[in-house]
């Protein structure tokens, strides 16, 4: 199995330079799997439960016969799941398409739910080797002030969204726990529901983010091949595996509503990452059953000096097992299928497995007046985390998904 970072010819000869660096200074060479300070320990037993299946997986030993046995059993086991991810399953892709079809419908009807993320800032203090807003990138950066987020957020809801994901480089220096609660308590002025995708934090700051309006939280583990994830993340509050693993579960004792779980497809072995994903929504649930989980399903795409990077060993045929087998096993869990997939994938993927999919999408700073009304942005704009690959218009997304027979949803909640 092969991916971008086995061959060195997958990074930029100044990527290279600064990796090598890094890897000769001692100094950086801090132990991934040890806390910061600062970092508050929850002494969680879901990584172990988690992991314990993942590093005993073999997925190798999975027969048609499994396969076919999984697919007949009502309630889908994790041995069940284990078969439905491996590779025997190939063969068996249309009969899960059938079955995870009919869950969808069973738990959602046809309904597909619409958002569109915000970017305010992509500074970032990592040295992740495959993002592009990394330290080390040589991007255009950019904060948006107060005022600058409150004018895309109005430019955001005109279009009638009424869902809307904050983003943030991993900067708390130029993303403070404050500066993103600000954003939030804006954000409920023009939004019915409010995520948040930023670096993990604490259990008191994730409680003072819902109570300035957030109501559930996103956070990629990346991988969780806790020895590939020491290579690919070489700096930073990032490179700390076991604070990242438990932010979902964190999120959720400061009192989040929802948590979405995701690895970066194509980082480390997929089969293993989308087991690791599914178990680990799968025991923050039977732990906390109150939470909303929903889970992503992302793929690695290029970015801004280095158009390279791709999920060679995760084709869309591989994308589409891994969220019919998400559905079959955790069927009340909405799945997103985000921007980095082409429109025809998505339109297909939401009749099937997926519940909500992002809509006007740009993954820069300060560009949605540009991309929306076509009018010269007030700002200067910051560049892209990552190339997209559907760029359908809010309007256009809620037409295609209308004339495919689905329902658009903006909002399903009422707040009393």
Not at 110 to 132: Q, R
Not at 238 to 245: A, E, L, M, S, W
């Amino acid at each position: 199995m092969q991916n971008f970072f086995v061959d060195s010819e997958f990074l930029s000869q100044q990527a290279l330079e600064r990796k090598h660096k890094l890897e000769s200074d001692a100094s950086f060479r801090t132990n991934h799997m040890q806390y910061m300070p600062g970092m508050e320990i929850i002494n969680s037993d879901v990584y172990e439960s988690v992991m314990s299946h993942v590093n005993s997986y073999d997925y190798a030993k999975y027969s048609a016969k499994d396969v076919n046995s999984a697919l007949e059993h009502e309630i889908c086991s994790i041995e069940d799941f284990k078969a439905l991810l491996s590779p025997a399953a190939r063969n068996f892709l249309e009969q899960m398409a059938i079955r995870a079809r009919l869950e969808t419908s069973k738990h959602f009807g046809n309904t597909v739910y619409l958002f569109t993320p915000l970017y305010i800032a992509n500074y970032c203090e990592n040295y992740c080797v495959y993002c592009g807003f990394n330290c080390y990138n040589h991007i255009r950066r950019m904060k948006l002030s107060l005022e600058q987020i409150d004018h895309e957020m109005q430019i955001i809801a005109n279009s009638g969204m009424e869902e809307i994901l904050i983003l943030t480089g991993e900067s708390r220096s130029q993303s403070s726990v404050e500066y993103i609660g600000e954003s939030c308590k804006l954000a409920r002025k023009y939004f019915r529901m409010v995520g948040l995708e930023i670096y993990p934090v604490n259990t008191d700051e994730y409680a003072y983010l819902h109570e300035c309006g957030a109501d559930y939280v996103t956070v990629f583990q990346e991988t969780y091949d806790a020895e590939k994830y020491e290579t690919l993340h070489l700096f930073g509050h990032k490179r700390v595996y076991p604070y990242r693993f438990d932010s979902q579960e964190r999120a959720l004792r400061g009192g989040m509503r929802g948590v979405a779980f995701s690895a970066l497809l194509g980082l480390s072995d997929f089969r293993k990452d989308a087991l690791a994903t599914a178990l680990h929504a799968y025991y923050l649930q039977r732990k906390y059953p109150q939470a909303e989980i929903s889970l992503s399903c992302p793929r690695l795409r290029p970015i801004i000096n280095n158009d390279k990077i791709n999920p060679m060993d995760v084709h869309e045929k591989e994308l589409c097992q891994i969220l019919c087998a998400y559905r079959i096993f955790l069927p009340f869990a909405g799945i997103t299928v985000s921007s980095r997939e082409s429109a025809s994938f998505r339109d297909g993927i939401v009749k099937i497995a997926a519940t909500k999919v992002s809509a006007g999408v740009s993954t820069g700073i300060g560009d949605h007046e540009s991309k929306y009304t076509g009018k010269e942005s007030q700002s200067q704009e910051g560049d892209e985390q990552f190339e997209i690959s559907d760029s359908r218009s809010f309007d256009t997304m809620y037409h295609d998904m209308s004339s495919e027979g689905l329902q658009p949803v903006l909002n399903d909640y009422l707040y009393v």
